[in-house]
């Protein structure tokens, strides 16, 4: 069966980076995009970027343009999202998402149980 | 971008009763581009519904969903115990794809 196991909970503090991994089984790895989404303290989710894990294209939200970066080890089935130069308001649950392109259009089938990340000094 | 606004923010209803949950979207959504999730405290989210009104492999035929252009709708037949959970829609049709806040219902 497809699953996707993330890293776990991370404190950081204010201008660090935090590097969160999603690692798959139960499917090609290469035959998806891999998204990140996040979900900040009250507010809803954010899309953050994806990455085409069959030839490790990617697309960032405008958002985190510059910040973010992610990531395959195609040898592990994992997918990585970095972020960059932390503060405060990055505290949020991260979710990685798997993309399946149907006649219905391209939606999130399966995700991970996401790992929360806090910014605090 | 396109705003999702989901209604009520909280639902309170019992196991055995139906549960209607709404979604509406700041335009009208290319080709009822529009998925459903479940999401249980600690879990990974669940899909639902995609494309409006398609149910996802697995998922009980007391999950349905309607609706079309800017109106969705989620319901819930008749709510079994494992049912309470947070609700939330998502617009796939426009970049960037956008969520709703969310309905959590409860046990009444």
């Known amino acids: 069966q497809v699953q996707l196991v993330q890293s776990g909970a991370e404190v950081k503090e204010p201008g660090a980076s935090v590097k969160v991994s999603c690692k798959t089984s139960?499917?090609?790895?290469?035959?998806?995009?891999i998204h990140w989404v996040r979900q900040a303290p009250g507010q809803r989710l954010q899309w953050m970027g994806r990455?085409?894990?069959?030839?490790?294209?990617?697309f960032y939200s405008q958002k985190f343009q510059g910040r973010v970066s992610i990531t395959t080890d195609t040898s592990a089935n994992t997918a990585f999202m970095e972020l960059s130069s932390l503060r405060s308001g990055d505290t949020a649950v991260y979710y990685c998402?798997?993309?399946?392109?149907?006649?219905?259009?391209?939606?999130?089938?399966?995700w991970g149980p996401g790992t929360l990340v806090t910014v605090s000094s | 971008e396109i705003v999702l606004t989901q209604s009520p923010g909280t639902l309170s209803l019992s196991p055995g009763e139906r549960a209607t949950l709404s979604c509406r979207a700041s335009?009208?959504?290319?080709?009822?581009?529009l998925a459903w999730y479940q999401h249980k405290p600690g879990q990974a989210p669940r899909l639902l519904i995609y494309?409006?009104?398609f149910r996802a492999t697995g998922i009980p035929d007391r999950f349905s969903g309607s609706g079309s252009g800017t109106d969705f709708t989620l319901t819930v037949s008749r709510l079994e115990p494992e049912d309470f959970a947070v609700y939330f829609c998502?617009?796939?049709?426009?970049?960037?794809?956008?969520f709703g806040q969310g309905t959590k219902l409860e046990t009444k």
């Open positions: 998402a798997r993309l399946l392109l149907s006649l219905a259009g391209p939606y999130y089938d399966y």
């Open positions: 139960g499917y090609t790895f290469s035959n998806y995009a």
């Open positions: 990455i085409n894990a069959g030839d490790g294209n990617t």
């Open positions: 335009q009208s959504l290319t080709n009822n581009y």
């Open positions: 494309g409006a009104s």
């Open positions: 998502q617009q796939y049709g426009y970049s960037p794809q956008t």
